[in-house]
């Protein structure tokens, strides 16, 4: 075991500190909290939630004044009670990191240098109140190279005064529908501000109150992010007990209902898609057959039988951004779920465009003889196929969701979206896309 210095040992018990106020004051947080085992790293910059650890920079702890290292602490508390480090990761670490801040900068009153919309050259007007995913998906469409605008951004916060003007001023954004204010008294992990040490209208560090701004530490602070179920479940166990015990402590109820709608149960993607089967499906009655005789008038006559008749458009997403294991998952299920009971299933390519040549039934597909465009992913030429389709009512997309998620589907349609995975399936599901089609599922990694 590594022997523990004494700056450790200071930032631990200046941690534990802060716990033992929350104790009584901020019962969810504190269970959140200990749930994390504390562990010094002096290779980060700041502090971090790492995989069921909270890792951090001695030295970062030790130079906070107490009243500070509280909101830090309720920072990264209010991050894990939304699980983004959990459940809700995206693929660009850093601007994940900064859309997640943004996300949190409304939950609560404090003094830190958080990074904003503006700061990314975005006018935050007509963007407030929204979530994780919205912010995400709202910097991704900035436009080409924001990645390297961010990587531009100054590594420092803003200057003193400046600071504490901010200081007096109360946030006017929520994240993840977060709706009541909250009082300045209940920003912090006890009944009153005074119980920690230092002014927060004049003392400022610009090490420490620029960490939630930093390129490097917002690259740093997500290396671990990723979908953890385990850490999952154990977070919605304290959630749970904090609902029924009704122990919210300071937390708002925008933000309790924030929380108590992540509890929601993974999608069911079988079911999701036996609705949509069932929803649509369609019979023809008293069709004659010469596999049934007639039971009123004998052998000599034609009996009657029903047929299916819907049909579907399966919309196969061949982009260069879909894996071979994402087409597999796609041909192979509806294989399996719409083989039966419907009359007849189109297979139709697409990627910037859809493959009008190649459209053909599913059974006389073959996927080794598929997925010859692997370009990008644009929905409008399908959205203008599926509008084409006279003949044609019910469309099920497989895709990864990498496009345009601000288009429009005909209302006379019946569309429904199969993400490839987990995380596609939220980075989509809060999109004007999603809420106009029929249903939303993502396939497991079990498929």
């Known amino acids: 075991m590594n022997k523990i210095s004494e700056v450790q040992k200071k930032a631990l018990e200046k941690i534990r500190n802060i716990y033992k106020k929350w104790f009584i004051h901020e019962p969810l947080m504190y269970a959140v909290m200990v749930y994390h085992k504390l562990v010094p790293n002096e290779d980060i910059r700041s502090i971090r939630v790492n995989s069921g650890e909270l890792e951090f920079n001695s030295r970062f702890i030790v130079g906070m004044m107490d009243y500070k290292l509280n909101e830090v602490l309720m920072f990264e508390t209010y991050r894990i009670l939304l699980k983004h480090p959990y459940q809700r990761a995206k693929a660009n ?94 920003s912090f992990g006890s009944s009153n501000p005074s119980d920690y040490e230092g002014n927060p209208e004049t003392e400022f560090n610009a090490e420490i109150d620029s960490y939630l701004r930093n390129v490097k530490t917002a690259l740093e602070n997500t290396e671990e992010w990723r979908y953890q179920e385990d850490h999952v479940e154990n977070i919605n166990r304290c959630i749970e007990d904090a609902k029924k015990c009704k122990l919210w402590g300071s937390i708002s109820g925008g933000f309790q209902t924030a929380i108590l709608a992540s509890l929601k149960p993974e999608v069911d993607y079988r079911s999701i898609l ?110 203008d196929y599926i509008k084409e389709r006279k003949d044609m009512e019910n469309f099920l997309i497989f895709t990864d969701g990498y496009f ?43 498929l």
């Not at 998906?137 to 590594?155: F, S, V, W, Y």
């Not at 073959?366 to 644009?378: I, V, Y």
């Open 404 to 446: 345009d998620h601000d288009l429009k589907l005909p209302g006379n349609k019946n569309v429904c979206f199969l993400l490839e995975t987990k995380e596609c399936y939220d980075d989509f599901i809060h999109s004007n896309l999603a809420s106009n089609s029929s249903y939303v599922a993502y396939v497991k990694p079990t």
């Open 93 to 186: 670490k850093m601007i994940n990191y900064f859309s997640s801040s943004i996300t949190i900068n409304g939950v609560f009153e404090h003094t830190l240098d958080v990074v904003s919309l503006e700061d990314l050259g975005i006018d935050s007007k007509g963007h407030e109140n929204n979530f994780h995913e919205y912010y995400y998906d709202l910097i991704i469409r900035n436009g080409k190279g924001i990645t390297d605008e961010l990587a531009g951004m100054p590594q420092c916060g803003k200057h003193e005064a400046d600071k504490a003007e901010d200081s007096t001023q109360s946030s006017s954004e929520d994240g993840d529908d977060f709706s009541e204010p909250v009082d300045a008294a209940e």
């Open 274 to 383: 036996k609705k949509f089967k069932a929803d649509l499906m369609g019979f023809d009655h008293n069709i004659p057959t010469t596999r049934k005789f007639n039971r009123r008038l004998g052998f000599p006559y034609l009996g009657k039988t029903t047929e299916p008749t819907t049909k579907i458009g399966f919309c196969l997403d061949v982009s260069g951004s879909i894996s071979d294991e994402g087409l597999n998952k796609g041909f192979s299920l509806v294989n399996r779920l719409f083989s039966y009971e419907i009359r007849e299933v189109e297979l139709i390519q697409f990627d910037v465009s859809v493959k009008r040549d190649q459209i053909c039934k599913l059974k006389r597909a073959k996927l080794k003889n598929m997925a010859t465009g692997r370009d990008g992913t644009d929905l409008r030429d399908l959205i």
